[in-house]
T-cell receptor, first 112, second 109 residues
Framework: GAVVSQHPSWVICKSGTSVKIECRSL??????MFWYRQFPKQSLMLMAT?????????EQGVEKDKFLINHASLTLSTLTVTSAHPEDSSFYIC????????FGPGTRLTVT | ELKVEQNPLFLSMQEGKNYTIYCNYS?????LYWYRQDPGKSLESLFV?????AVKQEGRLMASLDTKARLSTLHITAAVHDLSATYFC?????????FGTGTRLQVFP
């Protein structure tokens, strides 16, 4: 299957700062990528759909000004958590669409 | 709006036993997926079920799909400790995946 990478795999940041997470499709071109958030012992919740060259589509209840998504190329989407707060601490997983979704390894964000 | 429900939420089973995880969905889903997640890890794709009556098997796991009942099952045969993980089903709504609540499976000797 297709391979998706994420960077970093783990990040700690201080409250009020911003952090950027990268999602790359390594062996396919992903016009569409998805961003999910997963809290401990919970399911995955879709945050937004990222389309190359256009604005992301956010799910209801997700603050688009807080979670900035940029999909500037067919192999890279980025999620920037702005003015992070401890409640933003979570496991963030991206996926690339190539017939079906292929998931990245995830990024664990801890905001102190 | 597609909704996906799984049960049980937690399953503790003895090695060698059989059990089934159920996944119900509320409206038409193009495809039905099963994933495995180990602690601290991302998702591993297990099965993609495309049509009514589809059955797929890999090792001790077998997945089936009944689109008329809007039900998919993941059957575990002769469980072993290595199967301990969380299992998610997900429905496909125009390429967006809607995940079930997950089933935490713990297999003990």
């Amino acid at each position: 299957g297709a391979v998706v990478s994420q960077h970093p795999s783990w990040v700690i940041c201080k409250s009020g700062t911003s952090v950027k997470i990268e999602c790359r499709s390594l062996d396919f071109q992903a016009t569409t990528m998805f961003w999910y958030r997963q809290f401990p012992k919970q399911s995955l919740m879709l945050m937004a759909t990222s389309n190359e060259g256009s604005k992301a589509t956010y799910e209801q209840g997700v603050e688009k000004d807080k979670f900035l998504i940029n999909h500037a190329s067919l192999t890279l989407s980025t999620l920037t958590v702005t003015s992070a707060h401890p409640e933003d601490s979570s496991f963030y997983i991206c996926s690339g669409l190539d017939g079906e979704q292929y998931f990245g390894p995830g990024t664990r964000l801890t905001v102190t | 709006e597609l909704k996906v429900e799984q049960n049980p939420l937690f399953l503790s089973m003895q090695e060698g036993k059989n059990y089934t995880i159920y996944c119900n969905y509320s409206t038409t889903s193009d495809r039905l997926y099963w994933y495995r997640q180990d602690p601290g890890k991302s998702l591993e794709s297990l099965f993609v079920l495309l049509s009514n009556g589809a059955v797929k098997q890999e090792g001790r796991l077998m997945a089936s799909l009944d689109t008329k009942a809007r039900l998919s099952t993941l059957h575990i045969t002769a469980a072993v400790h290595d199967l301990s993980a969380t299992y998610f089903c997900a429905g496909d709504n125009t390429d967006k995946l809607i995940f079930g609540t997950g089933t935490r499976l713990q297999v003990f000797p």
